[in-house]
């Protein structure tokens, strides 16, 4: 049981490229969502999904897009970086059920780091 | 809107003292609470929960929280430390809603001296 794999775990950009950065999860998780760390500013939201074909905005999404094909799978897209996006990105989901005790608790992958230049 | 303060950015303690890191929040229902963890270059990991029910709530790793709905508080505490517990610790209030997201506090860094 892998729980949510984030890829690349290291990547250096030049402004103005563009890359995608996937999030795969094997736990059947209907929520996905994308966050930032930068330092002194905790983890803001990005975006997020409630299920496939289903994405919406968090508190930081300009410069970001995301799409949701699948249940399983939910990349970020960068599509012209820029150093102000140069950060630490972490993908997480969760059961969407808010019913149950204990399923509303997020799973965190390992985390992506991004240079842009 | 729902936000979480973390009062202190950075603590530092001695091996084997007592641990108690702030957190407040702003709510305006019962909320749901969560404690995490990440030791440098990793993940988070979840310490704790609040969903409902008794307000000291134990958690992984010796931790414990207790909710206390008249200050809006939510802070973390360990009787004695270990080195290992060298990490940096955030607090986490969920907005609510259908889709409940997690709102993140700033985090507290806490370093320990042997």
């Known amino acids: 049981n892998a729980g949510v794999t984030q890829t690349p775990k290291f990547q250096v950009l030049k402004t103005g490229q563009s890359m995608t950065l996937q999030c795969a999860q094997d736990m059947n998780h209907e929520y996905m969502s994308w966050y930032r760390q930068d330092p002194g500013m905790g983890l803001r939201l990005i975006h997020y999904?409630?299920?496939?074909?289903?994405?919406d905005q968090g508190e930081v999404p300009n410069g970001y897009n995301v799409s949701r094909s699948t249940t399983e799978d939910f990349p970020l897209r960068l599509l012209s970086a820029a150093p102000s996006q140069t950060s630490v990105y972490f993908c997480?989901?969760?059961?969407?059920?808010?019913?149950?005790?204990?399923?509303?608790?997020?799973?965190f992958g390992a985390g992506s780091r991004l240079t842009v230049l | 809107a729902q936000s979480v303060t973390q009062p202190d950015i950075h603590i530092t303690v001695s091996e084997g003292a007592s641990l108690e890191l702030r957190c407040n929040y702003s709510?305006?229902?019962?909320?749901?609470l969560f404690w995490y963890v990440q030791s440098p270059g990793q993940g988070l990991q979840l310490l704790l929960k609040?969903?409902?029910?008794?307000?000291l709530v134990q958690g992984i790793k010796g931790f414990e929280a207790e909710f206390k709905r008249s200050q809006s508080s939510f802070n973390l505490r360990k009787p004695s430390v270990h080195w290992s517990d060298a990490a940096e610790y955030f607090c986490?209030?969920?907005?609510?809603?259908?889709?409940?997201?997690?709102?993140f506090g700033k985090g507290t860094k806490l370093s320990v001296k042997p």
């Open positions: 709510y305006g229902a019962t909320p749901y």
């Open positions: 609040y969903f409902s029910g008794d307000t």
């Open positions: 997480a989901s969760r059961s969407r059920d808010r019913g149950l005790r204990g399923a509303n608790v997020l799973t």
């Open positions: 999904s409630v299920g496939a074909g289903i994405t």
């Open positions: 986490a209030v969920d907005e609510g809603g259908s889709q409940g997201n997690l709102i």
